[in-house]
């Protein structure tokens, strides 16, 4: 079989693409980032929410989104084991930075982050959303179908973790003069902030915008997949 001849619009696939993909990645962390030393969104209000979404919110969605995916395109079980992967990585990298960047503040302070329910709730999450997508979705290529399942998935996933964020993640408020705000302290403030209006809008919008738009993106991009033959097949 004679292989594809090099054509120019190669170039663009295999460096052009990818490298706007990084600068791209590379902006959101560094510029959009309310945390970052060159945020150009600010850190309070409407824009602070939107560069929130665009940095945290994106990367959470990649973590889910790509059990989601396979969920839909494939089925229940490749969309779980996704899941346990990418949650699992997010969790152990989630729960490592924690646990130093807490410590940081003060040498003889000490919380396993590795043991914090909210953090391991992410694996969790990613193993149930792509199960949970694969399961309703059935194989179905219709759009209505692998709309339905992401938006359930993504908004089931986005509550469980909203709960745990809310109830059992770590709460040492008060340990430490130097300590910042435990987990739970921030959880909870996300519901009392009033930056975007009335309590709670704050809260719902950092919480399942993010989920929302997981839940609509990426049938639309499984949908446009399986127009050129890129879903799993079985033999």
Not at 42 to 54: E, K
Not at 72 to 101: P, R, V
Not at 167 to 178: E, I, P, Q
Not at 196 to 217: H, W
Request: no cysteine.
């Amino acid at each position: 079989m004679e292989t594809e001849k090099f054509k120019l619009i190669d170039i663009a696939y295999g460096v052009v693409i990818p490298l706007l993909l990084v600068l791209l990645i590379f902006f959101f962390g560094i510029y959009l980032n309310p945390n970052g030393t060159h945020h150009i969104l600010g850190t309070t209000g409407a824009t602070g929410t939107i560069g929130i979404i665009l940095t945290q919110g994106f990367a959470q969605m990649i973590v889910l989104g790509v059990p989601l995916a396979l969920g839909l395109l494939w089925n229940k079980w490749a969309g779980g084991a996704a899941g346990f992967i990418t949650g699992g990585m997010y969790y152990i990298a989630s729960a490592g930075l924690y646990t130093g960047y807490y410590g940081s503040y003060d040498s003889s302070f000490y919380h396993n982050f590795f043991g914090d329910m909210s953090v391991l709730a992410w694996l969790v999450n990613g193993v149930i959303i792509g199960y949970m997508a694969g399961a309703l979705n059935n194989k179905s290529t219709n759009f209505k179908r692998m709309l339905g399942a992401g938006l359930t998935a993504a908004i089931i996933t986005a509550v469980i973790q909203v709960f745990m964020n809310y109830n059992f993640s770590l709460d040492f408020a008060g340990s430490s003069s130097m300590m910042p705000y435990s987990p739970q302290a921030m959880a909870h403030g996300l519901w009392t902030d009033t930056s975007l209006g009335a309590a709670g809008v704050y809260g719902f919008v950092i919480s399942f915008v993010p989920s929302i738009a997981l839940g609509v993106i990426v049938p639309v991009i499984a949908k446009v997949m399986t127009w050129y033959g890129l879903q799993p097949t079985r033999h």
